[in-house]
């Protein structure tokens, strides 16, 4: 079972929701979760969950690397690139790794072979053991680079579950690609929002790109109370479930600030998210 | 000779496109019959890279020099790689009017690219 903790509008809640969720299962299960920071360009979980990381390895993707002495300059690569990466200028094959997205077309469609393909390192991808037996693992995008799914693409696949192994994923804000690639392969997304019309906006965006990937969704909402009744009309509208709401509270503000938990501040609320785990493991049988 | 220029519309009485990438037009012009012929910029729908696919239109053109109101730095790297020279048209207005002062020898030569890029991977 792999479950996404997505939002649209940033600051709804989603770290709190998803490592409160983790905790609250960690009591339970065995194993006890694996969770994904797949925010990689402002991963935060750790300051929750408190992992301490064993293992750490570099990710990028491949660029390509033209041999002037067997290129022809025929412009096969720069016609098959999708985002202009590679440029054929006269008697020189220009390659812009700025652009490039590593889909190695250039490489494989190359008539000369011309073409090799190298490592360029866009972040990295770290895990151990945090919390209450939970795996943690995330990634860190490195300043300056400005594509996250493939350091996202990349921890999915190195952060493996064990059988049975409960998967959280903390994706990203926003509905773009990383976001997309946060949802992709989950069974359940779970979309955290605050009941304003920002928070709305934002949650329609969300909920059609799981749609789009074919993936139930249930919605949180939190601070509940605090804005209007556009969240909830939304919802009943197009029969989208409200798992849970978290009130807007003083006291909830004040733990999540001293960097503790949901969980922590009302430990009440553990019973709640296991409940609204066997809901959503219900409604997927 | 040619020279390419970005224009707002097909013609040489066109204003000029300050962009390069994103222009609306190239215009293939021989400065000295004032010869042109306007092409659509195959880039100007491009979601990235747009400046990187001018550059190649240009060097399948064989062109000379370019002339445009800003050139990144995608843009910049792939028309010097090109060896094509890059001008900016500075205050006229016309595609026309700026043919005129290149002729002349009164348009800025770009060294360096003009300003940040836009529109990275991601």
New interface residues.
Partial sequence: MKITIASGKGGTGKTMIATSLTLSLAAELTPPPLFLDCDVEAPNAHLFLKPTFEQRQDVGILIPRVDEAKCTHCGKCAEVCQYHAIAVLGIKTLVLPQLCHGCGSCTALCPEAAIREIPDRMGVIERGPAAAGISFARGVLDVGEPMAVPVIRQLKKWAVPQPGQVVVRDAPPGTSCPVVEAMRGADYVVLVTEPTPFGLHDLRLAVQVARELNIPVGVIINRDGSGDAGVDEFCAAVGLPVLMRVPFERAIAEGVAQGKNLVEIHPEYAAHFRQIFNQITTALS | MKIIITAASPNIDSEVDPRFGRGAYFLVVDPDTLEWQAHPNP?VG????????A??FV?NQHAEAVISGDFGP?AY???Q???VAMYLFGTNTTVREAIERFKAGQLEHVGAPTGP?RH???
């Avoid at chain 2, 491009?46 to 696919?53: E, K, M, S, V």
């Fill in positions: 880039g491009a979601p990235g890279g747009a400046g990187t696919l550059a190649q060097a995608n790297g792939a028309l790689a090109a060896g890029g990275p991977r991601g």
